[in-house]
C-alpha cells in the first residue's frame, strides 16, 4: 500500500484556510478539557477545510480488545460510534498503524480491500464513496488513532491535499497531548476514563452549575455483577482489560459532555449534565446493552451490569446524591442483576 495519486483536475486545497484551522485548533489548547472535543474540533476542520463529507476516527487499542470508532457528520456536528473488535480492524487501518503513513484508497476496488466498512453501511441516498483518505495521528511516537476522511461524489484528494490533512492532523496531535498531558493526574490509569478524585471534582462543579443556572443535572452508578468471578477465572489482566472495554462503552455511548469515572474497584459514575431522570434511565439502558456486548477472553459474550439511577435536587451534596444513586443500585441487585433502577424520590 502506498499515497495513491489522483489524476487529472484534483481537488485543491488553498494553503490560507488551512493555516487558519491549525490557529484554530491550537486555541483550543487551552480549552478543551477532554480529548473528545479535540477529535470533534479535528473533524470539522477536516469537513470544512479538507471538503470531507465524513470523518472517521479509529481509536486503536491493544490486541484482542475492542476499539472505539467515532463518525462525524453534517459539518462536524453529527456524530455516532460504535466498538469494534481489534481483530476486525480494516486493513488499511492497520497498514497506516503500522507504517505511520497516509494511504489513498480510490475507487471500489481500493475501497472493499482497504476499509469495507465504507461500501457496506453507506446508505444508498448519500451515493457511493468515490475515495478514502487514512492518516495517522501520533503521539509520543506511538500512532493513537487512524482518521478516515471520506468523500463520495468529489474528486479524490491530491498530493497538496493529503498533506494539508496530514498538518491537521498533526497540529491536533499536539494539542491532545497538552489535553492529555494537563487530565494525567485526574486519568484512572487501568480504565482510561476520570479517576475517584477527578469525578468528585467534576461532580462538585456540576452541582454548582446546576445550583447557579436552576439547571438539572443525573448521576448513574454502574457496577459490574459478580467482577470477583471474572478475576477468579480469568485472571486480573483479564479484569483490567474488561474494565477497559466497560470504560469504552460508556464513553461511546453516553454524551459527549457527560462525564465517565472509576469510581473503585469494579465500579463507574456517569456525571448527566442537563438531564432528568427520565433520560438518564433511558440512556443508562443503551449503555447498559451496550456493556452485554464485551466479551470475555473465552469468546462468549454477556457482561452483566447494574446502575442506578438519580437526578440531583436542590441542596444536595455531591455524597447525597452518589448514595441516592447508589441506593437505588442496591435495590436494583436485590430485585436482579443486570437492570437499570431509577431513585425513587420524594
Known amino acids: 500500500m502506498g499515497i495513491a495519486s489522483a489524476?487529472?483536475?484534483?481537488?485543491?486545497?488553498?494553503?490560507?484556510?488551512?493555516?487558519?484551522?491549525?490557529?484554530?485548533?491550537?486555541?483550543?489548547?487551552?480549552?478543551?478539557?477532554?480529548?473528545?472535543?479535540?477529535?470533534?474540533?479535528?473533524?470539522?476542520?477536516?469537513?470544512?477545510?479538507?471538503?470531507?463529507?465524513?470523518?472517521h476516527i479509529h481509536r486503536l487499542g491493544p490486541p484482542g480488545e475492542d476499539e472505539l470508532v467515532v463518525v462525524y457528520m453534517l459539518d462536524g456536528d453529527g456524530r455516532l460510534s460504535y466498538l469494534q473488535p481489534s481483530e476486525e480492524r480494516p486493513p488499511g487501518v492497520s497498514w497506516v498503524a503500522g507504517t505511520g503513513r497516509s494511504f489513498l484508497a480510490v475507487g471500489p476496488r481500493e475501497l472493499t480491500a482497504s476499509v469495507p466498512r465504507l461500501s457496506i453501511t453507506a446508505p444508498p441516498s448519500s451515493g457511493a464513496?468515490?475515495?478514502?483518505?487514512?492518516?495517522?495521528?501520533?503521539?509520543?511516537?506511538?500512532?493513537?488513532?487512524?482518521?478516515?476522511?471520506?468523500?463520495?461524489?468529489?474528486?479524490?484528494?491530491?498530493?497538496?491535499?493529503?498533506?494539508?490533512?496530514?498538518?491537521?492532523?498533526?497540529?491536533?496531535?499536539?494539542?491532545?497531548?497538552l489535553v492529555l498531558a494537563r487530565a494525567e493526574a485526574g486519568t484512572d490509569s487501568v480504565a482510561g476514563c476520570l479517576n475517584h478524585r477527578a469525578m468528585r471534582r467534576r461532580l462538585r462543579e456540576?452541582?454548582?452549575?446546576?445550583?447557579?443556572?436552576?439547571?438539572?443535572?443525573?448521576?448513574?452508578?454502574?457496577?459490574?455483577?459478580?467482577?470477583?468471578?471474572?478475576?477468579?477465572?480469568?485472571?486480573?489482566?483479564?479484569?483490567?482489560?474488561?474494565?477497559?472495554?466497560?470504560?469504552?462503552?460508556?464513553?461511546?455511548?453516553?454524551?459527549?459532555?457527560?462525564?465517565?469515572?472509576?469510581?473503585?474497584?469494579?465500579?463507574?459514575?456517569?456525571?448527566?449534565?442537563?438531564?432528568?431522570?427520565?433520560?438518564?434511565?433511558?440512556?443508562?439502558?443503551?449503555?447498559?446493552?451496550?456493556?452485554?456486548?464485551?466479551r470475555f477472553p473465552d469468546g462468549s459474550n454477556g457482561v452483566s451490569t447494574s446502575m442506578g439511577v438519580a437526578e440531583w435536587r436542590a441542596s444536595m451534596t455531591e455524597d447525597e446524591l452518589l448514595e441516592v444513586c447508589d441506593a437505588a443500585l442496591l435495590q436494583g441487585k436485590r430485585d436482579g442483576k443486570g437492570s437499570v433502577t431509577g431513585a425513587i424520590m420524594r
Open 7 to 55: 489524476n487529472g483536475s484534483a481537488h485543491e486545497v488553498d494553503l490560507a484556510p488551512v493555516l487558519a484551522g491549525v490557529r484554530r485548533l491550537t486555541l483550543l489548547a487551552d480549552a478543551a478539557q477532554d480529548t473528545e472535543t479535540v477529535f470533534g474540533a479535528l473533524a470539522r476542520e477536516l469537513i470544512a477545510v479538507m471538503g470531507a463529507e465524513e470523518v
Open 129 to 177: 464513496v468515490g475515495c478514502a483518505l487514512l492518516a495517522p495521528l501520533s503521539l509520543g511516537g506511538q500512532i493513537e488513532a487512524v482518521v478516515v476522511l471520506v468523500r463520495r461524489e468529489s474528486e479524490p484528494y491530491d498530493e497538496r491535499s493529503i498533506e494539508g490533512a496530514a498538518t491537521l492532523v498533526d497540529q491536533a496531535a499536539t494539542v491532545l497531548a
Open 206 to 294: 456540576e452541582i454548582g452549575r446546576a445550583q447557579r443556572s436552576d439547571g438539572r443535572l443525573s448521576c448513574v452508578i454502574v457496577d459490574l455483577d459478580d467482577f470477583k468471578l471474572v478475576n477468579d477465572r480469568y485472571g486480573h489482566q483479564a479484569g483490567d482489560s474488561i474494565l477497559r472495554q466497560v470504560a469504552q462503552a460508556l464513553m461511546g455511548e453516553f454524551r459527549a459532555f457527560d462525564r465517565v469515572a472509576r469510581y473503585g474497584g469494579d465500579e463507574f459514575v456517569v456525571i448527566l449534565p442537563n438531564a432528568d431522570i427520565e433520560s438518564a434511565v433511558a440512556a443508562a439502558g443503551r449503555a447498559l446493552a451496550r456493556i452485554r456486548r464485551v
